[in-house]
């Protein structure tokens, strides 16, 4: 007697069982899909603004980025991801600046940790969320990030050149000027000596 009990106790709890696992899988075939087919979606596919797939400079309508070379995001790396190449060009105002020449990115070895963007005082950089970066090669996932060409420094103009003159010729006056009290302290202080010794000697 104690088994026929049993047995339909079992059969009933299987019953239910089965009844909820047709209920969770009723519900799976009315939710909607989260399993997208890539790339055959590759045009409908909308990934997260905020996805950090690679590094990029941000650069304007004119084609002008913001970067000023000073190599903090290269100094921040962890991983020695970002090499910098720069070169000292003249301004207008006759003065010297540290330019980019190239903005290198390995992104083989950027863990995307974002330190890079966060410490730029220049806000000049940015992650692109364009994940398909797939290569064959290790190499071609190193990129240049400064991409055009970079613009030249523009040339002085008629005021700035005569600044830049009369500050010269400033430069080259104080410059004759201390010259010549040195020459005269010296002078000076050659005849102190020689009137020293001559009355040393008188005596
Ligand atoms: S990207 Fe920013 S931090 Fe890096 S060198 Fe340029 S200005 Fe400096
Ligand atoms: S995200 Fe991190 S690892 Fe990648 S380049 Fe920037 S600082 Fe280096």
Redesign the pocket.
């Known amino acids: 007697m104690g088994s026929v009990k049993e047995y339909f106790s079992s059969l009933g709890s299987g019953i239910t069982s089965l009844i909820k696992g047709m209920q969770v899988t009723g519900k799976e075939f009315i939710t909607p899909k989260i399993t997208e087919r890539y790339p055959e979606n590759r045009d409908t596919h909308k990934v997260p603004g905020r996805f950090?797939a690679v590094?990029e400079l941000i650069y304007d309508a004119e084609g002008n980025h913001k970067c000023i070379a000073c190599g903090i995001?290269e100094r921040?790396?962890?991983?020695?991801?970002?090499t910098l190449t720069t070169k000292m060009v003249d301004t207008p105002d006759g003065k010297k600046k540290r330019k980019l020449d190239r903005y290198q990115?390995?992104l083989g070895?950027?863990?995307?940790?974002?330190?890079?963007?966060t410490?730029c005082p220049q806000n000049a950089?940015q992650?692109s969320n364009d994940f398909e970066q797939a290569t064959f090669t290790r190499d071609k996932l190193v990129k240049k990030l400064n991409y055009l060409p970079e613009k030249e420094e523009p040339a002085p103009t008629p005021e700035q050149l005569e600044k830049m003159r009369a500050e010269k010729e400033a430069k080259i006056a104080a410059a004759k000027a201390a010259m010549e009290a040195k020459k005269a302290a010296q002078v000076a202080a050659d005849k102190n000596t020689e009137a020293s010794a001559t009355s040393s000697e008188n005596q």
Not at 109 to 117: D, I, M, N, R, Y
């Open positions: 950090r590094l995001c921040n790396c962890p991983n020695g991801t970002i990115y390995d070895s950027c863990t995307f940790c974002q330190l890079c963007v410490s950089l992650f």
